[in-house]
């Protein structure tokens, strides 16, 4: 296991100079995070998709689309640790891992600067709504810390536990109010407002209390303790509610700040449940009436960035946590002929492309050149150093090891045809590596990574193995976009190459793939730029 060992900067970033530029020359930032969202679950990705996404669609088309953008993991708990950390999980000494019950402690440790300590720093206003699910410590009633498992949140001692020691207010964000596992699948099922618990667990939730849209779609809703009034059907809905006042309040109290507002949904992850009035939304079934309940979302809140007068002083950034479900993937192609994965071999937790390549969104009016597409190579890392770059602030190279700065491909000052980043590495559910290297791709592990293709519907999806005794894997995605073609023996060469790339960027202590000596570019870094 690696072991990774990071240096205490939160209180140095704390106590850093201002930004390089005038507060109200940075922009405002909104990062719009879904979960199990495929590549193809998008219309302005999927052209074949069995609904439309109207208001994303839009977003894209006045903004920048990545159609080469990838999770850091597989799963979500360390791709959202990416998120935050811009770095992979391997960096922990922890392999990836999705929290349930009283799950901990957070992957992002103690003294790790966070993207949102960055940012505020620089002099943002920082807020998260939605799921956390990074992993939380809590003590029982004689200080022990407790670990998973859902019997174990009845031996939580709140008093004990909170203000929570590694909740959001612990890791940079002024405001927050969150979930602290999945918010309809895992429980721990509780509110978690600005460190603080607002109600206890105290109520057995039973599945059979919601609906189950279809006869399946209510799948892997967990039953467990709950708060009382805790709310499953709408749980989006209030998120973005939240998330929205947050804008109005900031306005109207802090106008003199930029913010940092980071919109964590579940959509669409399972179980599927549409909130009031989205349900029978298409004809695409729950799960694509659930996706569009996330377009209007999204259009909500831009439309209240539009009516105070900020669409133009704020970048929006639209991503996802990982690939599309197993079961969704497979009940989406055999009942709506849609296919989440977007054509991409894969699903959640697979090392192929469709566990981890993602849509990725950005967009700020008169900055960023509307109605582009990019094959630059991206992940989700990339966020903290391109948003640490913008805002002028520095970052000493043993912070977000695995964040390229993004700013010249946001701009078009990068052409496609000159790659930012030369590499990429990603991890699949059990915490094995892919290298991405060009056209090359190397999975350093046979089969997918994640899922098992030898049982039940998903021996559908298997696909012939054409070098069945190589210990990995290597496609040329140019040639095999598909990585049906494992040509590990045929390209010696290539292989032997990355393998030593490989062990030399996840070396235990020293590990990295992000550039040293990264410098800020501040906002000249995204100059207006001429239309819109």
Request: hydrophobic residues 35%; negative net charge.
């Amino acid at each position: 296991m690696l072991s990774y060992r990071l240096p205490a900067l939160a209180l140095a970033l704390a106590a850093a100079p201002a930004a390089t530029a005038p507060a109200q020359d940075l922009p405002n930032i909104v990062i719009l995070y879904a979960d199990d969202l495929g590549y193809g679950d998008l219309s302005c990705l999927n052209p074949d998709a069995a609904y439309q996404t109207p208001r994303l669609d839009r977003l894209a088309a006045e903004g920048l689309l990545f159609t080469d953008a990838h999770s850091p993991c597989t799963i979500c708990s360390p791709s959202r640790y990416g998120l935050l950390s811009g770095n992979l999980v391997c960096r922990t000494g922890r392999k990836p891992r999705a929290f349930e019950g009283p799950g901990g402690p957070s992957f992002l440790q103690e003294g790790v600067p966070t993207l949102a300590d960055t940012l505020r720093a620089q002099g943002y206003r920082t807020a998260i709504f939605g799921k956390w699910h990074l992993g939380l410590t809590w003590f029982d009633a004689d200080g022990e810390r407790l670990g998973g498992g859902f019997d174990n949140s009845l031996k939580i001692d709140y008093a004990k536990s909170t203000p929570l020691l590694d909740g959001p207010q612990t890791r940079g964000f002024d405001v927050s109010f969150v979930t602290p596992n999945c918010p309809t699948t895992d429980p721990l099922y509780l509110y978690i407002e600005n460190g603080n618990v607002v109600e206890p667990a105290s109520m057995r939730h039973k599945r059979d209390t919601l609906p189950n849209p279809g006869g399946k779609w209510r799948w892997d809703n967990d039953e467990g303790w709950m708060a009382p009034g805790y709310r499953f059907l709408d749980a989006d809905v209030m998120f973005c509610d939240k998330a929205m006042a947050f804008v109005r309040e900031h306005r109207e109290a802090h106008s003199e700040q930029p913010f940092l507002l980071i919109l964590s949904t579940q959509i669409a992850h399972a179980p599927v449940l549409p909130a009031a009035g989205f349900d029978g939304k298409t004809d695409a079934g729950p799960r694509g009436d659930f996706v569009v309940e996330l377009d209007t979302l999204a259009g909500r809140l831009l439309d209240l960035l539009a009516e105070l007068e900020i669409d133009d002083d704020t970048l929006v950034l639209f991503n996802s946590d990982n690939g599309p479900e197993t079961l969704h993937t497979i009940w989406m192609r055999q009942d709506h002929q849609h296919d989440a994965a977007g054509g991409w071999r894969g699903m959640k937790r697979d090392g192929w492309e469709g566990g981890h390549r993602v849509p990725l969104i950005a967009r700020w009016p008169g900055h960023i050149p509307a109605g582009r597409k990019t094959t630059q190579l991206a992940n989700t890392t990339d966020l903290y150093a391109t948003l640490a770059s913008l805002t002028g602030a520095e970052l000493p190279d043993d912070v977000a090891v695995d964040s390229f700065d993004l700013l010249p491909v946001l701009s078009g000052q990068r052409p496609d045809d000159r790659p930012l980043r030369p590499h990429m590495l990603t991890q699949s559910f059990r915490g094995e590596f892919q290298l991405r290297a060009g056209k090359w791709k190397l999975l350093a592990h046979q089969g997918s990574g994640g899922n098992g293709y030898d049982r039940g519907a998903m021996q559908d999806y298997a696909l012939p193995e054409t070098a069945p005794e190589a210990p990995g894997q290597l496609y040329d995605l140019e040639a095999d976009p598909g990585e049906t073609r494992n040509l590990w023996f045929e390209q010696a060469a290539v292989r032997k190459r990355l393998m030593a790339s490989l062990a030399e960027w996840t070396a235990e202590g020293t590990g990295r793939t992000a550039p040293r000596d990264r410098a800020p570019r501040g906002p000249a870094g995204l100059p207006r730029s001429e239309g819109r």
